[in-house]
């Protein structure tokens, strides 16, 4: 797709179909829903949704593609994913078009998503190295052990609005490489970059059927859940619904892996760089209009840093450039729809009103569009029991709460029912060590604000912001989408053979 490529139009929005088969494939269920371009406010799409039968056909075209798909060698598969990359690499631009368009994300942040993304693909291009088993020869007389990592069959993912790219990516590279079936499940508010990677994947050599992807909603996550045939399902979004996936999925014997939402803490000390500090904070709270699940939401400001730091964050907000993504210009977006940011303009008010001083005031910011677009707003001496401290907020709303104490600052992240991202600004590494010893949170940044881990390692956060044993992506990642078996091998002298009911040991 390139960008002189006809535009859906408010008056004759595209439809978006499921990708079955490894073709376009027209919805049957007669049931859809609009996709806007959040910076107009215009709908310029109408995706299908899916039916109960379509994803009961769905689950039968992808096992019967799976059991194939396994014999593939390990060779081919590193292969595949070799063009996929170089694809991915090439139309890094048209894909970050489409995110623009329908997330609303400016461009140069949807070239991060996308390059986030493919280093996904790139661990995946080590298929061969990363499923070598072990082996032990002579474990006893004549007795060799050797373990073998096989896929489970189908798989699914379900993902959220946010990173409609890069989200997938982390779960589809590792799940095909590792030799199953994947169907994609994605956000029905953005679902055009999935069916762009599925083009790709085809291109690339991937074989009909091995992946799908099926829109829809609860009608389609629940029978995904429920349809035996899937093995697994790797969902991230936010967590009441992550908790549903976990619980449901599980009772149905599925391997789960549900990330949830976030409330991310930056606890600045007194020693720190004010401006990197201050830097940090406003690249990570408004980035992507704060519609990250590792943004920071609050700053914790250490005793007589906490003025400095507020004015260093307040001056530097007035420069931020806020409009359509697709402008070189700006750096900061619209938000997803106009009922999330009625929602996110609604916790101003209400912070306000509990006590709270709002120093920047993104309601006051004027846009003359439709979009859903919301200024910048920073919020001051926000105290633990208001709305917009409980709450993820999931837009440009930066609150800052003053500690007294680093261990004030560690009881709240401590406490808070999240824990998937945090970060320490301090000159001191020998706190910044203690912090990362004892904060109850999955990924720590040390003066580093969004600490996601690069594709080796894996994604995840603590207590609710992840239900499931193994983190997505990097080594946790192929060990989530293989079952491993261990062979006990004899291949011995008939001679010695003999009958022997006693337990099988070491002789
Ligand atoms: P969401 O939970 O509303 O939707 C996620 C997926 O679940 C979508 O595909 C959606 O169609 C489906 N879904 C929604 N309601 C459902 C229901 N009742 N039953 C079954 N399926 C349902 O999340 P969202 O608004 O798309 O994304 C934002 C959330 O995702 C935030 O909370 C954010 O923190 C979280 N998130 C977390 C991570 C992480 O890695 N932990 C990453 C990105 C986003």
């Known amino acids: 797709m390139t960008d002189t490529a006809p535009r ?10 499921h990708w079955i088969g490894g073709v376009s494939t027209p919805g049957t269920s007669g ?8 910076a107009t406010g215009q709908v310029q799409g109408l995706v299908d949704l899916a039916s109960v039968e379509e994803i009961n056909a769905a689950v039968e075209g992808a096992t019967a593609a799976a059991k194939k798909w396994r014999l593939v060698p390990l060779s081919k598969r590193a292969e595949i994913m070799f063009r996929f990359r170089a694809l991915l690499d090439a139309q890094r631009d048209d894909l970050a078009r489409i995110l623009t368009r329908e997330h609303g994300k400016v461009h140069g942040d949807a070239l991060g998503e996308i390059a986030r993304g493919i280093e996904n693909v790139d661990f995946a291009c080590g298929i061969p190295n990363l499923l070598k088993g072990g082996y032990s020869e002579g474990a006893s007389t004549g007795v060799d052990v050797y373990s073998i990592q096989q896929p489970l069959g189908v798989v699914a993912g379900i993902t959220p609005f946010n990173f409609p790219a890069m989200v997938p990516l982390w779960m589809i590279a590792n799940a095909l490489a590792c030799g199953n079936a994947f169907i994609l499940k994605p956000s029905e508010k953005d679902p055009s970059a999935s069916l762009f990677l599925a083009e790709l994947l085809k291109q690339a050599g991937l074989p009909d059927g091995v992946f799908t992807v099926i829109h829809g909603d609860k009608v389609a996550v629940d029978a995904i859940l ?3 045939g899937v093995a697994a399902v790797s969902f991230v979004g936010s967590t009441p619904i992550a908790r549903y996936i976990y619980q449901k999925g599980t009772k149905n014997g599925k391997r789960v892996q549900a990330l949830g939402g976030a409330k991310n803490h930056m606890l600045v000390l007194p020693d720190a760089d004010v401006n990197m500090a201050a830097d940090a904070a406003v690249s990570a709270a408004y980035g ?12 914790l400001a250490v005793g007589e840093v906490g003025d400095e730091l507020v004015n260093a964050i307040s001056s530097r907000l007035p420069a931020l450039k806020v409009g359509p993504g697709s402008d070189p210009q700006n750096e900061m977006g619209p938000l997803i729809s106009r009922e999330h940011r009625d929602k996110v303009a609604g916790y101003i008010g209400g912070a306000e009103a509990q006590g709270a001083t709002v120093v920047v005031d993104g309601r006051k910011q004027n846009f003359e569009s439709d979009g859903f677009f919301l200024g910048v707003s920073l919020l001051d001496h926000v105290k633990e029991d208001m709305d917009a401290y409980k709450d993820e907020i999931f837009g ?5 709460v003053r500690v007294p104490s680093y261990e004030e600052g560690l009881r709240l992240i401590n406490e808070n029912e999240y824990g998937n991202g945090t970060a320490i600004f301090t000159r001191d590494g020998g706190a910044a060590r203690q912090f990362q010893f004892e904060c109850q949170v999955g990924m720590v940044g040390v003066n580093v604000p969004i600490p996601v881990p690069v594709a080796y390692y894996s994604f995840g956060g603590w207590k609710a912001s992840l239900f499931g044993d193994t983190h997505m992506y990097g080594p946790d990642g192929i060990k989530f989408y293989t079952r491993s078996k261990v062979i006990t091998s004899r291949w011995p002298d008939p001679s010695s053979s003999r009958i022997d009911l006693g337990f099988p040991q070491n002789k």
Request: glycine share 2%.
């Open 396 to 400: 440009p709303v930066l609150c800052v």
């Open 288 to 299: 992507s209009a704060g519609e990250r699940c590792m943004s920071i939401s609050v700053v």
């Open 31 to 38: 049931r859809s829903a609009r996709v806007y371009n959040p």
């Open 226 to 228: 429920e349809h035996p």
């Open 8 to 17: 859906p139009t408010e008056t004759a929005p595209a439809t978006i179909s």
